[in-house]
């Protein structure tokens, strides 16, 4: 799937983190890590944009350090999107790096969560850098900081609401909420809602009313959409193609539930059939089947 630069703004990776929030526990249902090429692609992509932001706040530095009061006001109306894209942008990092460290408990393993977590601190320090030009920045209006700071309140709030629809299924997403309590809610009430249609409804209403709402607190010019689609896409290359079905949508956790209890249903039957029901992977686990006298008395 090709994404254009051209339309790829900070809001769109919201929109990609609310879909991994939704079927992200499908990943680890499976079992099967995420390609190697997916680890290398988003750690670059990530970096690079990062590099890009902290370059930006640098030149704010030097201009600071310089005393020209209309630079900074310049500085300011160039770079407000870029600041929101930051704080934005957090939603994707914490939720796929829930998402490897679910992965890697799952697979015992100890290799997608570092590499992730490591981007989700360096995004944390750069968050940080754009709270402290929102509280101490000069050449910024008042209306500005208070903007940012409804947004940043905001994109808080969305993303212990997309970790605690994830927590419902696993522990790990609380490690990256903002607020615990607040995403531990959250999954406790997504636990509360039948498996299905009625839960996978709740969780698009969810996200577009997000949508909606980043939407009215950004900037409607991208700061980095080059940067953001690399990103994106290199986010994209976890999503196996058996995780799609036959139209192209993405099958959500009870779909492969049902799937997988219907395959193994039809593997207990054949296995039924054959002439040594211990040799089979799945009835040959049952102490009824290893034991051949208990097996002569059910049979």
Request: hydrophobic share 40%; charged share 25%.
């Amino acid at each position: 799937m090709l994404l254009s630069p051209q339309t790829m703004h900070s809001v769109n990776t919201a929109d990609l983190a609310a879909v991994l929030a939704h079927y992200g526990p499908g990943l680890l249902y499976h079992r099967q890590m995420m390609p190697a090429e997916a680890m290398t692609e988003y750690w670059t992509a990530s970096r690079h944009r990062m590099d890009l932001w902290h370059h930006a706040i640098g030149r704010y530095r030097q201009i600071e350090k310089s005393g020209v009061g209309v630079s900074l006001r310049r500085w300011w109306d160039e770079h407000t999107p870029m600041l929101e894209e930051v704080l934005v942008s957090e939603m994707l990092t914490r939720v796929y790096a829930a998402l490897g460290a679910g992965l890697d408990r799952q697979c015992r393993q100890s290799e997608i969560k570092p590499v992730l977590h490591s981007v989700h601190l360096t995004h944390i320090e750069a968050r940080n850098r754009v709270l402290q030009l929102m509280v101490y920045g000069r050449g910024g209006s008042i209306d500005e900081a208070v903007r940012l700071n409804r947004l940043r309140t905001e994109v808080e709030r969305w993303t212990d609401v997309l970790l605690g629809a994830m927590a419902a299924e696993f522990p790990e997403p609380l490690e990256y909420a903002i607020n615990q309590r607040r995403a531990a809610a959250h999954a406790t009430d997504t636990r509360s809602l039948p498996l299905g249609a009625a839960r996978d409804t709740a969780n698009w209403l969810s996200a577009v009313t997000m949508r909606d709402t980043l939407q009215r607190r950004t900037s409607a010019n991208a700061a980095l959409p080059e940067a953001n689609r690399q990103v994106t896409q290199a986010v994209m290359l976890c999503l196996r193609p058996d995780l799609f079905d036959s139209v192209g949508l993405m099958k959500s956790l009870w779909l492969q539930r049902l799937q997988s209890g219907a395959d193994q249903a039809d593997r207990v039957l054949e296995q039924m059939t054959a002439d040594d029901l211990s040799a089979g992977s799945i009835l040959g686990g049952y102490e009824a089947v290893r034991n051949q006298d208990l097996l002569r008395r059910m049979m």
